[in-house]
């Protein structure tokens, strides 16, 4: 279980994230939606250990603030919105260094199969800068991916946490990484992903947790996160939602006039 209580933080004078309380229960596809700016990534930084906060997270009981570094890395794997990589590293290198990590240290072929999984075995030996943007994308999810391979360990339930995992994809990658996503947690695992794309959110997650202004304007089923009015304020844009024949609780968010 992933548990924030009354998660806050301030950046210089600048409250960036305010009285954040949100739960995620493994086996379950979480989304953080919400305009730029709105404190998403430095929610999950939070949710990682990456930055100070008050208030209190903890995943699967472990108090993430005054957890070890190895502690956290044995459940929990990050995809941040940016990489940046100094060395010429080959593709399967980077997707390897996933594996210094946790109880898959030993599973050499690992970052073949993780490879196989976003479609890029093909470029295993390629050097990573030379990859186009959604390559690069996809790449660190393998990484990711490598480092909590199986979804659930004696410990427990493992997490990915994932920053725009399908911001630079196109449709077919977009869609194949959140199957992917949609697998894990279907297998036990946790996720939580930062997305601004509120149909594919909708299609495959559990939950949705809107952010706006570094406030949580609401979280839950997405048929309950996704509605004119709670769109519409928190995007300061008039958005209408449509229910498609058909599809479940799949919701067409549809600017009228911003
Ligand atoms: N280190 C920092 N120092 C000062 N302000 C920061 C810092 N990091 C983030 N912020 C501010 O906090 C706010 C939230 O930033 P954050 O990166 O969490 O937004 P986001 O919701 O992920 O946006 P985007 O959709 O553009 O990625 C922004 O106004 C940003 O300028
Ligand atoms: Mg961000």
Redesign the pocket.
């Known amino acids: 279980m992933l548990q924030l209580e009354n998660v806050s933080?301030m950046?210089?004078r600048?409250m960036?994230?305010r009285d954040v309380s949100l739960r995620a229960r493994p086996g379950t596809l979480t989304a953080?939606v919400?305009?730029?700016?709105?404190?998403?990534?430095?929610?999950?930084?939070a949710i990682t250990g990456e930055?100070a906060y008050t208030g209190k997270v903890t995943l699967n009981g472990v108090d993430v603030a005054r957890a070890k570094a190895w502690q956290l890395a044995a459940i929990r794997a990050v995809m941040a919105?940016e990489t940046q990589l100094a060395f010429p590293f080959t593709v399967l290198e980077v997707v390897g260094l996933g594996l210094s990590m946790g109880e898959n240290a030993g599973s050499a072929d690992l970052p073949q199969r993780a490879l196989a999984e976003v479609d890029l075995l093909h470029h295993a030996a390629r050097n990573y800068q030379d990859l186009s943007g959604g390559e690069r994308q996809r790449v660190q999810l393998a990484r990711a991916l490598v480092q909590v391979w199986n979804p659930v360990t004696t410990a427990g339930a493992r997490w990915l946490f994932l920053?725009?995992p399908v911001a630079s994809l196109d449709l077919g990658h977009q869609l194949q990484v959140m199957r992917l996503a949609r697998r894990f947690v279907d297998a036990g695992g946790g996720v939580v992903a930062?997305m601004?794309d509120l149909n594919l959110s909708a299609m495959f997650c559990d939950q949705l947790a809107l952010?706006a202004g570094?406030g949580l304007v609401a979280a839950g089923p997405p048929e309950s996160v996704l509605t004119d009015g709670l769109l519409s304020s928190a995007y300061d844009c008039q958005i209408r939602t449509n229910r498609l024949p058909n599809t479940g609780p799949w919701l067409l968010p549809q600017a009228v006039a911003c």
Request: glycine share 18%.
């Open positions: 933080i950046m210089g600048h960036v994230l953080i919400g305009p730029n700016g709105s404190g998403k990534t430095t929610l999950l930084r930055v919105q920053d725009e930062v601004h952010l570094g």
